[in-house]
């Protein structure tokens, strides 16, 4: 079982839409990461989060330590936000090594 | 904000050849920078870690003899598939902090392929 578990694995929605996606984790951790990997390969380092939520333009990424849980949510989607969103956590420690989930798919259509 | 740079971003090379992969911090010295290697449809994997200055850290099952890290400078790491077979072929991405931070910077990333 893999330490770090996004869902949806896929998702297509309509531009405009909101979207939401998750990423639990089993792990104690000193922070969490969202990514965006664009078709390219290239990624984007979204957010890192150790408590609460933070806001930049249409993105909003929220985290619960307690219960080990985190979600990315978009506003207004727009078919340029169609890209692989990852999870990433670090364990607490001085290592930056980080456990990447699978990534979530999101396709958005005009 | 502070910027990665890989090089090439895309490189084709024959079996048993070596092939070297960059990784720059532009605007920010980077103590610790990462090389992970994805395959089709599946998540980073990360192969080691890099201290400017210090001999790195691989994990388990990476072969170092097979992918040489050289961390010279703080703004600097370079990647070398020696030897390069076909099951090399993937996509190589590094990634670099400050430390002062906590915050993590990627590259562009480097897709490979050993014909």
């Known amino acids: 079982k893999n330490e770090v578990e996004q869902s949806p694995q896929n998702l297509t929605a309509q531009e405009g839409e909101f979207i939401t996606i998750n990423c639990s984790y089993s792990?104690?951790?000193?922070?969490l990461h969202w990514l965006q990997q664009h078709p390219g390969g290239g990624i984007v380092s979204l957010f890192m989060?150790?408590?609460g939520k933070k806001k930049h333009g249409r993105l909003i990424a929220t985290i619960n330590i307690q219960e080990k849980h985190s979600s990315l949510h978009i506003t207004a989607s727009h078919p340029r936000d169609s890209a692989v969103y990852i999870c990433?956590?670090?364990?607490?420690?001085?290592?930056?090594?980080?456990?990447f989930g699978k990534g979530t798919l999101l396709t958005v259509n005009p | 904000g502070a910027v990665v740079s890989q090089h090439p971003s895309r490189v084709i090379c024959k079996s048993g050849t070596s092939v070297k992969i960059e990784c720059r911090s532009l605007?920010?010295?980077?103590?610790?920078m990462f090389w992970y290697r994805q395959f089709p449809k599946q998540s980073l994997m990360l192969m080691a870690t890099?201290?400017?200055?210090?001999?790195?850290?691989?994990e388990q099952g990476v072969e170092k003899d097979k992918f040489l890290i050289n961390h010279a400078s703080l703004t600097l790491s370079t990647l070398t598939v020696t030897s390069a077979h076909p099951e090399d072929s993937s996509f190589y991405i590094c990634?670099?902090?400050?430390?002062?931070?906590?915050?993590?910077?990627f590259g562009e990333g480097s897709r490979l392929t050993v014909l």
């Open positions: 990634s670099a902090t400050t430390d002062n931070t906590g915050e993590l910077f």
């Open positions: 890099s201290n400017e200055g210090s001999k790195a850290t691989y």
């Open positions: 989060l150790s408590s």
């Open positions: 792990v104690g951790i000193s922070a």
């Open positions: 605007d920010f010295q980077a103590t610790t």
């Open positions: 990433a956590v670090k364990s607490g420690g001085s290592n930056y090594k980080l456990t």
